[in-house]
């Protein structure tokens, strides 16, 4: 039975204990009250829940301030007005999250007091003029040194992907119970390349880089007594690389009014894709001869030059996040020995046919002469030539035709409208007639060339004959 009394009063005893603890931490600044004499003011603060205090003064004007630690509400007036004893007023406020301060504001100098705690709180003594001085115990008051709290490392890098020499913003704002920062800068090898003390008041940072790659950012925040910062507090930026331009000249040397082709589809980059190459000429004094972009791939630039010298081209490549190569650079000559714009070409091919009746096959071949009226851009052919039977038809069963035709070069490419006359076909029954004229073709080379020919008659015809021609042509 003892044993049980024991325990129950011990486990009482703990719950008082913890009441009053609870109670202490969460004390409240109840009121002020003034009691004025004739040759004192008494001012005595009444808190709940006291635990203990500290006090200093403040000169020009004099001011007396008390700090109550452990006291979370305010209940007592903002401000007191008082106009007497050299005090102006009384106020009230929290000076941190966990302690109320009371400030007594005076017109000049401190008025002489006499600060005694008391059961509940504190009480202040003033008076016109010193009190006698009266012989008693010296009290040294207990020094309590409050542990500041710690510091909290937070760190933004931006932007998180840049080229080289773009300005990188390092910000340590947000880090928190600092009293300075600092950041140390990695590079893809993980050796350090560069630290940076920074502080509350100025807490961002502006670098740059010239080599691509990725960076580390490890930051460290350090409170009052410079413990540093213990969570995690890292930032990761990536330099891109630029593209490599690479420029190959067809050919190297060729004839006033000969296209020359400047090819930079090899171009690369390492982290991305290029997607854009200006190409730029010049003579050989250095002057502006041209320029030229292109978006798409193949990039490549066919140019045909009008006198003759020695030429440099440049190439500069564009990556998808705007990176720009060095240029890539090469030299060709254009000789002075004028082209003659006429030549000869020949057309072979085979051709599908409609007769009076029925649908045949037959060989084709042509012989023309060429004017190229804009080297390079704009032929003009005129040609001649027939077509002959396949194996199903009687082996007279053919025709000659005759054609005129402008053909346009678009880079590799040609799109060929003209004019042809057809005659009759041995043993058929339609006459001699004319038809319209179309090619699409690709150039493989300034000799060889692959083309779609589609002919047809213009004029009214009982039987309706058309044809499509798959051919190739060599330029002499």
């Given at each position: 039975?003892?044993?049980?009394?024991?325990l129950?009063?011990?486990l009482?005893?703990?719950?008082?204990?913890?009441?009053?603890f609870?109670h202490?931490?969460?004390?409240?600044?109840e009121?002020?009250?003034?009691?004025?004499?004739?040759?004192?003011?008494?001012?005595?603060?009444?808190?709940?829940?006291?635990?203990?205090?500290?006090?200093?003064?403040?000169a020009?004007?004099?001011?007396?301030?008390?700090d109550?630690?452990?006291?979370?509400?305010?209940k007592?007036?903002?401000?007191?007005?008082?106009r007497?004893?050299?005090?102006?007023?009384?106020?009230?406020?929290?000076?941190?999250?966990?302690?109320?301060?009371?400030?007594?504001?005076?017109i000049?100098a401190?008025?002489?007091?006499?600060?005694?705690?008391?059961?509940?709180?504190?009480?202040v003594?003033?008076?016109?003029?010193?009190?006698?001085?009266?012989?008693?115990?010296?009290?040294?008051?207990e020094?309590?040194?409050?542990?500041?709290?710690?510091?909290?490392?937070?760190?933004k890098?931006?932007?998180?992907?840049?080229?080289?020499?773009?300005?990188?913003?390092?910000?340590?704002?947000?880090?928190?119970?600092s009293?300075?920062?600092?950041?140390?800068?990695?590079?893809?090898?993980?050796?350090?390349?560069?630290t940076?003390?920074?502080?509350?008041?100025?807490?961002?940072?502006?670098t740059?880089?010239d080599?691509?790659?990725?960076?580390?950012?490890?930051?460290?925040?350090?409170?009052?007594?410079?413990?540093?910062?213990?969570?995690?507090?890292?930032?990761?930026?990536?330099?891109?690389?630029?593209p490599?331009?690479?420029?190959?000249?067809?050919?190297?040397?060729?004839d006033?009014?000969?296209?020359?082709?400047?090819?930079?589809s090899?171009?690369?980059?390492?982290?991305?894709?290029?997607?854009?190459v200006?190409?730029?000429?010049?003579?050989?004094?250095?002057?502006?001869?041209?320029?030229?972009?292109?978006?798409?791939?193949?990039?490549t630039?066919?140019?045909?030059?009008?006198?003759?010298?020695?030429?440099a081209?440049t190439?500069?490549?564009?990556?998808?996040?705007?990176?720009?190569?060095?240029?890539?650079?090469?030299?060709?000559?254009?000789n002075p020995?004028k082209?003659s714009?006429?030549?000869?070409?020949?057309?072979?091919g085979?051709?599908a046919?409609r007769?009076?009746?029925?649908?045949?096959?037959?060989?084709i071949?042509?012989?023309?002469?060429?004017?190229?009226?804009?080297?390079?851009?704009l032929?003009?052919?005129?040609s001649?030539?027939?077509?002959?039977?396949?194996?199903?038809?009687?082996?007279?069963?053919?025709?000659?035709?005759?054609?005129?035709?402008?053909?346009?070069?678009m880079?590799?490419?040609?799109l060929?409208?003209?004019w042809?006359?057809t005659?009759?076909y041995?043993?058929?029954?339609?006459?001699?007639?004319?038809?319209?004229?179309?090619?699409?073709g690709?150039?493989?080379?300034?000799?060889?060339?692959i083309?779609?020919?589609?002919?047809?008659?213009?004029?009214?015809?009982?039987?309706?004959?058309?044809?499509?021609?798959?051919?190739?042509?060599?330029?002499?």
């Amino acid at each position: 039975m003892k044993k049980k009394i024991t325990l129950l009063s011990c486990l009482f005893l703990l719950l008082f204990t913890f009441a009053e603890f609870s109670h202490s931490q969460t004390g409240s600044l109840e009121k002020i009250v003034v009691s004025k004499g004739a040759t004192a003011l008494e001012v005595t603060i009444i808190l709940s829940g006291y635990t203990y205090h500290r006090n200093f003064e403040i000169a020009n004007p004099g001011r007396l301030v008390i700090d109550f630690i452990d006291i979370t509400r305010i209940k007592a007036p903002r401000s007191t007005r008082i106009r007497d004893f050299g005090i102006v007023s009384i106020r009230t406020g929290r000076f941190k999250a966990n302690i109320a301060r009371v400030v007594f504001d005076f017109i000049e100098a401190i008025t002489p007091y006499k600060l005694e705690p008391n059961p509940r709180g504190v009480t202040v003594t003033f008076w016109k003029e010193k009190p006698p001085q009266i012989e008693k115990e010296r009290i040294i008051p207990e020094r309590i040194e409050i542990e500041p709290k710690g510091a909290t490392c937070d760190i933004k890098v931006m932007p998180a992907k840049a080229n080289p020499n773009d300005p990188i913003t390092v910000d340590m704002s947000g880090s928190q119970n600092s009293k300075s920062m600092t950041v140390d800068v990695f590079n893809s090898d993980g050796v350090k390349i560069a630290t940076q003390e920074l502080t509350p008041d100025s807490p961002k940072w502006e670098t740059k880089f010239d080599q691509p790659g990725e960076y580390v950012f490890r930051g460290k925040a350090f409170n009052l007594k410079q413990k540093p910062s213990e969570n995690p507090c890292e930032a990761k930026i990536y330099i891109n690389y630029p593209p490599v331009a690479i420029l190959v000249c067809s050919p190297l040397k060729d004839d006033i009014g000969k296209p020359i082709t400047l090819n930079a589809s090899d171009s690369t980059d390492p982290d991305g894709d290029v997607v854009k190459v200006d190409f730029a000429l010049v003579d050989s004094s250095g002057n502006l001869i041209d320029r030229f972009t292109d978006t798409e791939k193949p990039f490549t630039w066919r140019r045909a030059f009008g006198q003759a010298g020695t030429f440099a081209a440049t190439a500069l490549a564009t990556d998808d996040f705007g990176a720009v190569s060095e240029p890539a650079s090469a030299q060709f000559q254009v000789n002075p020995k004028k082209v003659s714009k006429f030549r000869f070409n020949i057309d072979l091919g085979g051709m599908a046919a409609r007769t009076d009746d029925t649908f045949a096959g037959f060989a084709i071949g042509r012989i023309g002469l060429v004017y190229e009226i804009v080297p390079g851009s704009l032929d003009f052919t005129l040609s001649g030539g027939g077509g002959y039977a396949s194996s199903n038809l009687p082996s007279m069963f053919s025709f000659g035709m005759f054609d005129t035709v402008f053909d346009f070069h678009m880079g590799g490419a040609f799109l060929g409208l003209g004019w042809g006359i057809t005659t009759k076909y041995k043993e058929a029954k339609a006459a001699t007639y004319g038809e319209a004229v179309a090619h699409l073709g690709v150039d493989f080379s300034q000799k060889f060339s692959i083309y779609v020919e589609g002919r047809g008659p213009v004029s009214k015809l009982t039987h309706q004959h058309y044809r499509l021609t798959l051919g190739i042509r060599f330029k002499l």
